[in-house]
């Protein structure tokens, strides 16, 4: 199948054949050739020759979805080609919650109430397993609520903060 995709505001062609447990993947130019295990819905394990890649996927709203990979998180928004209609938007409009991608502890706000956001920005730090996780915005606008506090406790999905 072939996709466009944007991640973190840049946009690229995929095209992904699986047959078997083995993805091709080819991604703008580059060629992948993959082993995929799924040992938990939305978790999917990529292996490469000796590399071993673990990616956490999820929807975040109907038009993007959050994918977590060696502790970095990417919003990304994918289109089929087949069903795009010319002229149509397709990035994140309206309101928009900003999800934890597992439970942690927050222990950064970079950006309150009322504050401006660009896409891409940090928001909120999250830190799990060791691991610091900065939540970023999937688009410009402005941060109208934050729902947590450095220090708390968050659980998996828990809305952290609200763009608009």
Known sequence: MKYEVEIQGRKVAVELDERN?????RVDTRAYDLDVVTPDSGVYT????????????????R????????????????VDRKHRRPGVDHGVE???????????????VLLGE??????????????AMKMQNE???????????????EGSTVN???VLAVVE
């Open 21 to 25: 447990g083995r993805v091709s993947a």
């Open 46 to 61: 990529f292996i490469a020759g000796d590399r071993v890649y673990e990616a956490s996927v999820w929807a975040s709203d």
């Open 114 to 127: 009322g504050d401006d956001v660009a896409l891409g920005q940090g928001v909120v730090v999250v830190e």
């Open 156 to 158: 998996a999905n828990q």
């Open 94 to 108: 309206g309101r928009h919650e900003l999800i934890a991608p597992m439970p942690g502890k927050v222990v950064r």
């Open 135 to 149: 939540i970023k915005s999937p688009k410009s606008g402005r941060v109208i609520e934050v729902r947590v506090a």
């Open 63 to 78: 038009n993007a979805v959050r994918v977590e990979i060696a502790g970095r998180l990417f919003i990304a928004s994918v």
